[in-house]
């Protein structure tokens, strides 16, 4: 099963999208347990893959026996493997959230829906383990036409963001699958281990220069960099619980993935760094992705808005890890795609418990919830101190590196714009944490010289928790951001200290 693992973590899901709806036609309720036992499979699966990668070396898997560069071949290195068990464990744990949720939304849709959720997982783990940059494009577009049917069966503007989104999307999938055809006419070669032999002596083309440009704008707008965001704050905010957290905890850390993966693997290091200015330009749009998402996050009264415009700013996070183009940089950047994972997962799904409980995401139906939902919100806190950086959560660590990556690089702004949009993200949350634990301070918090009393009478909440196959995933993502912080240090060195690229 081991040899053929890189096959069946596809295939499994694939299969299992096209029995759900044959299942669902004659037994609904067993849709669930269905994608419950196939998303556990795809866990093992990627714990398989990462132990043989860890333990023996990379793994080369021919589909149909033919070789590259002409056949399809499935590559697994450090990096992805890394990838691929971050998805595969968020994605199982997001569909055993999405019961109840699924349940109170959209329950005549719960067969369409989880079939969608299956073949939007396919196309993630695919887009990760391929490494042909065509067969990049199709799992892009299978994920892509997923993600964009689950967002329109949100609520209230939901199918408008969802329309807007795949005009952006398509716009980003055209751009990058011209960067494959330029890449294709210069070389004739579509693996991507084979354009890495073959470009170095084509780096003064323009159409490798173009290509280039195409593959940078395409990747851009799928993971909302900076300025081409615009698409995510509806999108996510309109969407279903689910489909935002796995959104939010996935597709664009997978987007940074394939940004990494076109840099410096297809093309060489030097040719992003020293070649084109381009680490230089992902940098300062990265500043502009922290400052720009920490001062709107502030600006917002709905708390999943809020957290969509926090998620640019951490793409920025992310990225300006990568733009500083050292081991430091790069060690907090692949550190921030894992804490990020589980901090932006625990917070849309606290705030979805928050909606499935209360109806509403607002900053005012957040008051006096410690008492109402004392667990879902000491979740939320957790991660939200995590997201802000403050020790000893995992975020914490991550943005250390990122720190230290910076000032290594002599970008001493980079390094001030790192702790400015970590103190805007801080009150960005205290604004929430506010409402939850202290509403009756917020007139004095508003510039009153003394404490007046909240308008509504608070004293007597009863206790609501969420579900508990909602508030379990939440537990296992604070459980998470409170464990993995301290195991850093062991992750860097069994799987990260291999994936930074030569000459870093």
């Known amino acids: 099963m081991t040899a053929q693992a890189p096959i069946l973590i596809i295939i499994i899901p694939l299969i299992a999208s096209f029995l759900n709806v044959i299942i669902g036609l004659w037994r609904k309720r067993l849709c669930y347990p269905l994608v419950i036992i196939t998303l556990s499979l795809s866990v093992i699966l990627s714990i398989s893959i990462l132990n043989t990668v860890i ?7 021919r589909l149909g026996g ?17 990838i691929l068990s ?27 829906f989880y079939t969608i959720y299956l073949l939007l997982v396919t196309g993630v783990l695919g887009i990760t383990i391929t490494g042909d940059v065509f067969n990049l494009y199709v799992f892009l577009e299978i994920t892509s036409l997923a993600v964009y049917a689950l967002i329109a069966i949100g609520r209230d503007k939901a199918p408008l963001a969802s329309f807007n989104y795949l005009i952006m999307g398509t716009i980003g999938a055209c751009f990058y699958l011209l960067g494959v055809g330029y890449l294709y006419i210069a070389t004739g070669s579509l693996n991507m281990a084979d354009l890495g032999r073959l470009l170095p002596d084509l780096y003064h083309s323009k ?20 300025p081409l965001h615009v698409w995510l704050p509806d999108a996510y905010t309109y969407a279903p619980s689910t489909v935002s957290a796995f959104a939010a905890s996935t597709m664009t850390k997978v987007g940074v993935y394939v940004m990494i993966r076109i840099m410096f693997t297809v093309f060489e290091p030097r040719f992003s760094i020293a070649m084109l200015p381009s680490t230089e330009i992902l940098g300062w749009a990265a500043s502009g992705a922290m400052l720009f998402g920490c001062i709107l996050a502030i600006a917002q009264t709905d708390v999943k808005r809020m957290l969509s415009y926090i998620l640019i700013a951490e793409v920025g996070y992310i990225v300006i890890g990568v733009s500083v183009a050292n081991r430091m940089g790069f060690t907090g950047a692949l550190l921030h795609i894992l804490f990020d994972a589980f901090t932006m997962a625990c917070l849309f799904m606290a705030a979805g418990a928050v909606m499935h409980k209360t109806g509403e995401t607002s900053l005012q139906g957040f008051r006096h919830l410690h ?3 004392p667990l879902t919100m000491a979740a939320f806190s957790i991660a939200a101190l995590s ?48 409402n939850v634990y202290f509403p009756q301070y917020e007139n004095l918090i508003a510039g009153s010289e003394i404490a007046l009393p909240s308008a509504h009478n608070d004293n007597i909440t009863l206790r609501d928790e969420a579900p508990v196959s909602m508030l379990l995933p939440i537990f296992i993502m604070a459980a998470g951001i409170l464990i993995l912080g301290f195991f850093s240090g062991k992750i860097v060195s069994a799987v990260i200290q291999f994936t930074v690229p030569g000459g870093f």
């Open 207 to 226: 159409v490798v220069l173009v290509a280039f440009a195409f593959f940078a704008v395409g990747v851009a707008i799928k993971m909302a960099l900076f």
């Open 371 to 373: 008492r109402r939902m």
């Open 86 to 112: 971050i998805i595969s464990f968020i994605s199982l744990t997001i569909a055993i959230y999405s019961k109840r949720n699924v349940e109170q939304e959209f329950p005549e849709k719960a067969v369409y």
């Open 387 to 434: 997201a802000v950086g403050v020790p000893p959560f995992a975020g914490f660590f991550s943005k250390w590196y990122l720190v230290l990556g910076a000032i290594d690089a002599g970008k001493w702004i980079f390094a001030g714009l790192l702790l400015l949009s970590s103190l805007l993200i801080a009150i960005a949350f205290f604004r929430i944490i506010q």
């Open 66 to 82: 033919w070789e590259p560069p002409w056949g399809i071949e499935y590559v697994i290195d450090h990096l992805n493997a890394f």
């Open 55 to 61: 333990t023996q070396d990379v793994i080369h898997y």
